[in-house]
Structure formats: structure tokens, C-alpha cells
């Protein structure tokens, strides 16, 4: 159910374009002087009371893939969906807290497994239609009509189940006990029945709203509405004129008259734009290797660069521990070990890999819960020190030792310790990532051959197994941990090293099973920390993914822009389209 | 002359035949696909085996080449996974954007590198060929990628021109003024390089037929140095350009892959980048197809005015 975003940016040439860009920027904004920079507070700008007009440019590296988003969820297309629109409940990407939105308020029965929600009165779609409660239910049933999007609408494997006893109530029944509650609500978008009913009893509600759907038939409760897509260049999003959300004074939303989002693929152009004046913003973060050239832009008076703290995914290093993956192979007696693992998470100097890899930007990690996620983080998670001699220590007591002096490790059958290391090309920092994994191996006498592949071939590998170990970039569809069952269970489509076991093939993957269980159900919100904390303890002591760097993340905007709310999770400054202005 | 036009033509119809499948046959064969690009890590096995089922790429390799090949002989390439539209459709006003910019810069560099190599070529020594060729040397070792970096660069610092795309979406000075002004940066990276190389090639060519004895008897006729050059030995010294023309035209689609994805230009070269990342292998081999008729055409017209220029090649 966990949904993983797979960040897509492999680019051509994007570092090459990147550290010439800002080669150039550097010496520019060196003859420029520097005027005092308003980096690293979410407040800059927001002295500034927004109004209601004027327009947004915003650079994307994509196209959406389609105007629906229970089709996918590549970021410029949840972007659009987020503009188009809304859902029951909202997340607050700032506070992590569950806000009303379509519903604006909500009851718990006794069992705790049904909630009834009210819905706002007098809210219509873009083209008019009243919404009601028979929307919410059909989009659900729409949901469940997606696989992808039926993947995270289905606590513990199964259904829920929703009713609309009249037309501004929706009754939600979870078919278990399920911690998160109206969480997992975030992962509902509420649809139009008028428009797409036809789609989803012919069965083709997955291609229903596609690239080519005329603007005119597309219809949403969030803030804007597709005035113009021109395949390529850019989408034109006009204010949707029956918004139903105003501000604390009263006033209509969203702020903005009209939003652009121009496809500009390369990471440099997007940077050169954006210190032009030619964008605003960006739907990503500022990539480490641009960090430098932004904040001196920054400083130079030309953007505004906010500073969003450590981000909450960390890029994980994993062997393949499905059983039988290395059958014929005569690295099977020491490659699967824990003890394996264990040196080369002592053998990797992870203050050196935060610097070499995100060029400082970044933290040293030691699991996949960085100490971003305040709630669930766990600080007295066992950390493996980086410890090189303890590290060639514990491989010599599993029989790997140098035994031909040549400085590198041989197994008992004299064969070199070594493996093949997949990541994916064209993204610099997985790529560094790597180099300092190989290199820092050597040190300790294991070989590493790294090789790059495209994302898709990444993920096939991971899917199928077929791969001897892998660095990547995982993300957690949510900082509550029962919102990513598929990442900690064994049984999951994201247990990285294992994926979709039948039952769980070792001891401690059946006791984090076991813990999850009881966490996802528990309703005692101290208790679940405290079974979490159990589980990122059992996680620390086995190591089936290694984690060496959280990232501290920036994002930049250009200094008209006013009343944003930062946050970590992308995207960083649109979470909440609506509340965004321009300066006057 | 016809017969030598009607082997190359069916050659051209060979390149392109030849180009497409190859595209197909190695994007379907690459590890990975279009479906466990679009879903990502997260999805489950059932989601990404409907999504194969879907888009048609459970079936084998040989089913989806012949079911696109007898396809593209009827001028369906297929359904754009990434898109969800009929490749045939997306092509055209892409390969439309991608002409705008090849032509426009093949027109540029041959009116900067053609002249200038006359000079060159026809005065060996001084200051003027000096820096003439200097500069042609640079630019020639400067990848399109390069010059595309530092021009979008410039527009960014100078604010004189925009940076990136083809149109602005909210344009006061029409929609072929808004497309000049945005051609001028994508269309510079790749003439740049061209008219250098061009004026290389003329200027070699200059200096040859400079030294001809029909050249000489010309000057000793008494017509004026310039026109001799300009109108006598221009015409004798155009055989290698001809020649090239027809490379230079798939040289320049090449070199618009990262042209159009540096300056966001949203020509062939960008859908095929797209289509690429996202492992569509309908729009990848689309996209060959477009990519191959044009290099086709230029060939072609290549051969044909080395047959006018060079009577000769019609015999090989």
C-alpha cells in the first residue's frame, strides 16, 4: 500500500550543465557585489499581505503523464491534480496534521472503525455541478478501479467501504482497526460522477482523461481550472471562479489569477530561468550541486531561497536477500550475512559521504526514518560507527580475509570479495553515491563493480530480483509509518531486499511483521511510538538497507512570490496552491 | 540522372525502414519498460502486470514489431504510452518545430560560413583570415550542447533575448515575432558550429580552385578579381559543401536533441528524449521514423545537387 515516488531526473548532461552554469554564475554574482539575502526563513516575503491577482510562472522538468491522477503519480502530474482538485481531508505538508477540506468536520463511532464525515455545503465543481456525497463514494469506487490508485486506499489489504446517506454525508467504514484514521484520505481525490461515470462502467476510467481531453471537459473542486495545454510548452491554469475556499479575512481564493507551468527538462535552464526572472519557481528542490550558485543568487537580491531543514528520505543501499538469489554463486556463504552488511556500514565514513556526495548539504544517517520526521524518528536507534579496522575485523570472522597480500579480501575458495553495485544513470548524486560506496569499500578490501542503468531497468531489476545490490532513492508515500506497510512488511511490494514474500524468511523480518501489526491497529498513540521505536531497533541490528545521508533541502523562489508555506515534502513551496501570491 | 535519383530514393526508403525498427526493436529490448517506469517502485506486481496488459507489452517482441510494422505501413505508428495519443499525431507539430529550428540554423550558418570561407580561402595570409579561422576553430570544438549553455546563459544575464522555449505565454508582439525572438538562441548553438565547419570546407575548396589554371587564364582575361572569385571559382568550390549537405541536415537533428532539451524547445528532438526517459517505444521509433525521413530528404537533395554541380557522381 505504501506508495514509493520514484524520482525521475536522469538528465542528459545535467551535472555537466549544472557545474558550468554555475561556473558562470559564480563569476557574475562574484562582479555583482552582494546584498544582504533573505535566505533561510520561511517568513521572507510573507510580511507582504497577499492579494488576490496577477500570475505564476512555474518550471517543471515534465509533462504531467495525464490529467488523471489515479493514473499516475509522477510529480507534475500530482502537481496538476493539486491545482485541479481537493480531497475530504488535507495533510498539512508544514504541521503533518489532518485539516478539513471538502469535509469540514467528522465523527468517530464507538469501534473506532467508522467515521462520519459532513461535507461542505454549497461546493460545485469548476463547471458548475454541485458536489455531494454520491462523488466522494463514486470516487472511491473509482480508486479501487486503478490498481495504483487502489494500492493506498486499502488498510491491511483490504476495502474500505463508504456511504452517502444523504447528500452532504459520507459514512467510512475501515475493514480494520487502523491507527493513521483519515490519513489515509490524503490518497483521495474527489472526482466528478457527472463526468466520469461513464468511464468507470465501461472500464476505462484509467485512460479516461488523457493528454489529449479538451480543457473544457475537465472539471475539479481545487483552486484552478486548464484554460490552455500546449503539448510540450506549457499548461495555462486559470483561477476557478467557484473556488469554495476564502482566507481568514474573507477573501475569495486562491489568490492567483492565473498559474503556468512551463516544461523546461534540464536542470540548468530551469536555474538560469528562474535567476532571470523568466520563472518564479520550481517544482522541485535546488539540487546540492546548484546550491551554491542559488544562495549566492539570493544573496545577490535575485531569488528567495528557503532553507527546509533535513529531508525525510534518505537514498538506501541494499543487497539482494531474497533466498536462493546467489544459489549457484560462491559468494553465497558470506554475501547475504548480516555480518557483511554490518562492515560495510562500519567501513563507509558517513561525514565524508554527506560532504563528498551532497557537498555538505546533508546529515549523516543511520536508518530510513531521518530525524525530519519528528513524530516517528528514533534517536536511540542502535548506529553502527564508522569503524574501517572493526569493520576488515568483523569480514575476517566470516572468512574474508586478505590472503593473497594484494590489499583485497579473498573468501575461503580464494575468490575475490566482490559485487556488482546498480544504480541509476544520469542522477548525480546516486552517482556519487556509488563512487564513495566503491571507494570507501576498497579501503577495507572489498571490490565493488558499479554499474548505471535507466530507471525503468532499476526498477525492473529490484522487481525481479535479478540484481546483486542496489542504491536508490525510495520515498515514503507518508511520515506515518502505517501509511508504508509495503516497505516494512515482508510481504510488501517495497521490502526492498525481499520483496513479496510469502511468509517472512528470517526471525527479524517476522518480528517487525509482528510489530507493524500491532502498530498499524493500535489506537494509543504512545504505544505505537513505542513499537516503532522497537521496529527501527530490530531494522539498526540487521541492516537489510544501509542508509549513509539525509539531505538538508532548499528550494527557491523568485522574490515576487509571497505567502508561501515551505515544506519539506514535495512540492516544497506548491503544496497549497491556493494561499500563493504575487507582490504587487 | 533519374535512375541515379530513383537508387537513391530507395535507399532513403532503406534508412528509414532500417532506422525505425532498430529503434523499436533495441527500446523494447532495453531492460525495463514503459509500465514499471510510469507506476514506479511502489506499485504492486498485479498493478504493473494490468498496466503491460494494458499497453499492450505483455506480448512478445516479434508481436509488436509485426503488429507496428504492418501498422506503419498504413501510416499508424501506434499509440503514445507516455502520451495517449496517436504517435502520428504528436509527430507532425513536433518534426514542425524541429524543421523551423534545423532550417532556420542551416540557412544561418550558410550564409556566415559560405561567404566567409570565400575570404578565407581566397586570401591566405592577414589578420581578417587569421581571426576567421581562429574563430571557426573554436566553434568547431565546441559541442552544440556547449554553445547552447553559454547563449541560454547570456540571455539569462542580459535579459536581451528569452530563456528557453518557443513561444511566451503571454506575448504582446505576435506569435511569429515571439517565435523569432525565441529561435534566436537554439538556432545560434547549432548554426555556430555548422558555419564553421562550412566555412572550413569552402575555404579549402577556395584555395584549390584558386590555383586552377582556368582561374588563372580568367585573371588573365582582365575580369576583376572580385567577380572571379565570387562568381568563377565560388561555383567550381561548392562540390564539397553540396556534398555534405545531406549529413549536415542529420548532423543537425543530432545536435537538436540537446539544443531543443537545454533551450526547451519543443521540437522532435525533445519528444524523443521524453519518449526515451519514459520508455515509449511507440514514440521512440515515431520519432526515428521523423528523425530518418528527415536525414532521407536531405541525403536526397544532397545527392541531387552534387548531381547538378558534379555531373560525374551520377555514374556511381
Not at chain 1, 557 to 577: D, G
Not at chain 2, 231 to 257: E, H, M, N, Q
Amino acid at each position: 500500500m505504501s506508495q514509493f515516488l520514484t524520482r525521475r531526473s536522469g538528465q542528459l548532461a545535467s551535472l555537466l550543465a549544472v557545474g558550468a552554469i554555475a561556473l558562470a554564475l559564480a563569476g557574475s554574482a562574484a562582479c555583482g557585489g552582494g546584498s544582504s539575502s533573505p535566505a533561510g526563513g520561511p517568513a521572507g516575503g510573507n510580511a507582504v499581505r497577499p492579494e488576490r491577482g496577477g500570475e505564476l510562472s512555474v518550471s517543471a522538468r515534465t509533462e504531467p503523464r495525464t490529467f488523471n491522477r489515479l493514473a499516475s503519480r509522477e510529480a507534475t502530474t500530482d502537481l496538476v491534480a493539486s491545482l485541479m482538485q481537493a480531497k475530504l481531508v488535507r495533510i498539512n505538508r508544514v504541521t503533518d496534521d489532518v485539516e478539513p477540506w471538502l469535509a469540514d468536520s467528522w465523527t468517530r463511532d464507538a469501534g473506532g472503525l467508522a467515521y462520519t464525515l459532513k461535507l461542505r455545503p454549497n461546493v460545485a465543481f469548476s463547471d458548475g455541478h454541485p458536489m455531494t456525497a454520491d462523488d466522494v463514494v463514486f470516487s472511491l469506487e473509482a480508486a479501487y478501479a486503478v490498481p495504483l490508485a487502489a494500492d493506498a486506499l486499502q488498510p491491511g489489504g483490504k476495502k474500505l467501504t463508504m456511504a452517502a446517506p444523504d447528500p452532504l454525508t459520507v459514512v467510512l467504514t475501515f475493514p480494520v482497526p487502523y491507527a493513521p484514521g483519515l490519513r489515509i484520505l490524503d490518497n483521495l481525490w474527489v472526482l466528478p460522477k457527472h463526468k466520469l461515470e461513464a468511464a468507470l462502467r465501461s472500464g476505462s476510467i484509467e485512460s479516461a482523461w488523457g493528454l489529449s481531453t479538451p480543457p473544457a471537459d475537465l472539471a475539479g473542486l481545487g483552486p484552478f481550472v486548464l484554460s490552455a495545454y500546449s503539448p510540450g510548452q506549457r499548461m495555462v491554469f486559470a483561477r476557478n471562479p467557484r473556488y469554495w475556499r476564502k482566507d481568514e479575512k474573507g477573501t475569495q481564493l486562491p489568490y492567483l489569477d492565473r498559474l503556468t507551468i512551463e516544461v523546461v527538462p534540464e536542470e540548468s535552464t530551469q536555474l538560469l530561468r528562474l535567476t532571470s526572472g523568466a520563472s518564479d519557481v520550481t517544482i522541485s528542490e535546488v539540487p546540492s550541486e546548484a546550491y551554491a550558485t542559488v544562495k549566492r543568487e539570493a544573496e545577490a537580491g535575485k531569488l528567495r531561497l528557503y532553507d527546509l531543514g533535513v529531508g525525510y528520505d534518505a537514498d538506501a543501499f541494499w543487497i539482494n536477500l531474497r533466498p536462493g538469489a546467489f544459489k549457484s554463486d560462491p559468494r553465497a556463504g558470506w554475501l547475504q550475512r548480516d555480518e557483511f552488511r554490518r562492515a560495510i556500514s562500519m567501513a563507509v565514513d558517513r561525514q565524508l559521504f554527506a560532504d563528498t556526495v551532497f557537498l555538505g548539504a546533508a546529515l549523516p544517517a543511520y536508518g530510513p526514518i531521518t530525524p525530519a520526521n519528528k513524530k516517528w524518528f528514533s534517536p536511540d536507534a542502535p548506529r553502527t560507527p564508522h569503524d574501517p579496522a572493526g569493520a576488515r575485523a568483523l569480514l575476517a570472522s566470516i572468512g574474508l580475509t586478505d590472503r593473497n597480500g594484494d590489499g583485497m579480501l579473498e573468501d575461503a575458495g580464494q575468490k575475490p570479495v566482490q559485487f556488482t553495485l546498480v544504480t541509476q544513470k544520469g542522477r548525480p548524486r546516486l552517482e556519487r553515491g556509488v563512487s564513495v560506496i566503491r571507494d570507501e569499500l576498497k579501503k577495507v578490501g572489498i571490490a565493488v563493480d558499479v554499474v548505471t542503468l535507466d530507471a525503468s531497468a532499476v526498477i525492473d531489476q529490484i522487481m525481479s530480483g535479478k540484481y546483486e545490490a542496489l542504491y536508490y532513492s525510495v520515498y515514503f508515500n507518508g511520515t506515518d509509518p502505517a501509511s508504508n506497510p509495503d516497505f516494512w512488511l515482508s510481504s510488501g511490494s517495497t521490502h526492498l531486499w525481499d520483496i513479496g514474500q510469502k511468509k517472512p524468511a528470517t526471525e527479524w523480518e517476522a518480528r517487525i511483521d509482528e510489530l507493524m501489526a500491532r502498530q498499524m491497529r493500535s489506537g494509543d498513540e504512545a504505544e505505537r511510538k513505542r513499537l516503532f521505536d522497537d521496529v527501527q531497533k530490530t531494522f539498526a541490528e540487521h541492516l537489510p538497507a544501509i542508509y549513509f545521508a539525509a539531505p538538508r533541502m532548499f528550494a527557491a523562489a523568485s522574490r515576487r512570490v509571497i505567502n508561501v508555506t515551505p515544506a519539506v515534502q514535495r512540492p516544497q513551496l506548491l503544496w497549497s496552491p491556493d494561499t500563493v501570491a504575487v507582490a504587487k | 540522372m533519374v535512375a541515379y535519383l530513383a537508387r537513391r530514393l530507395a535507399f532513403a526508403v532503406f534508412l528509414v525502414f532500417a532506422v525505425s525498427s532498430a529503434a523499436l526493436v533495441l527500446a523494447k529490448l532495453a531492460p525495463g519498460d514503459f509500465a514499471a517506469d510510469s507506476l514506479g517502485l511502489g506499485a504492486s506486481p498485479e498493478a504493473i502486470a494490468a498496466a503491460r496488459a494494458r499497453y499492450g507489452l505483455d506480448r512478445s517482441l516479434g508481436a509488436q514489431y509485426g503488429a507496428w510494422i504492418a501498422g506503419a505501413a498504413r501510416l499508424d505508428f501506434g499509440q503514445s504510452l507516455l502520451f495517449d495519443r496517436p504517435v502520428a499525431d504528436l509527430i507532425p507539430e513536433r518534426a514542425a518545430n524541429t524543421a523551423i529550428l534545423s532550417l532556420t540554423a542551416l540557412l544561418a550558418a550558410t550564409l556566415i560560413g559560405l561567404p566567409l570561407g570565400v575570404v578565407t580561402g581566397s586570401r591566405p595570409g592577414g589578420f581578417l583570415t587569421g581571426a576567421i579561422r581562429t574563430a571557426s576553430l573554436l566553434l568547431l570544438s565546441m559541442p552544440p550542447l556547449l554553445t547552447s549553455l553559454f547563449l541560454v546563459f547570456a540571455a539569462a544575464r542580459t535579459g536581451w533575448l528569452p530563456v528557453g522555449g518557443m513561444t511566451t505565454a503571454s506575448t504582446t508582439s505576435g506569435w511569429t515575432g515571439d517565435v523569432l525572438r525565441h529561435l534566436i538562441v537554439p538556432a545560434a548553438a547549432l548554426a555556430l558550429p555548422l558555419a564553421a565547419m562550412f566555412e572550413r570546407l569552402q575555404s579549402q575548396s577556395m584555395s584549390e580552385v584558386i590555383g586552377q589554371p582556368y582561374m588563372l587564364a580568367t585573371h588573365a582575361r582582365g575580369v576583376p578579381a572580385a567577380r572571379a572569385i565570387w562568381r568563377d571559382a565560388l561555383k567550381g568550390a561548392l562540390g564539397p559543401i553540396a556534398a555534405v549537405y545531406g549529413l549536415v541536415v542529420g548532423t543537425l537533428l543530432s545536435g537538436s536533441f540537446a539544443v531543443e532539451a537545454i533551450t526547451a524547445w519543443p521540437g522532435l528532438g525533445e519528444l524523443m528524449l521524453a519518449a526515451l526517459r519514459a520508455r515509449d517505444v511507440y514514440l521512440v521509433a515515431g520519432c526515428a521514423v521523423a528523425g530518418s525521413v528527415f536525414l532521407a530528404i536531405g541525403t536526397l537533395l544532397s545527392d541531387a545537387a552534387l548531381a547538378l554541380v558534379e555531373p560525374r557522381t551520377r555514374e556511381t
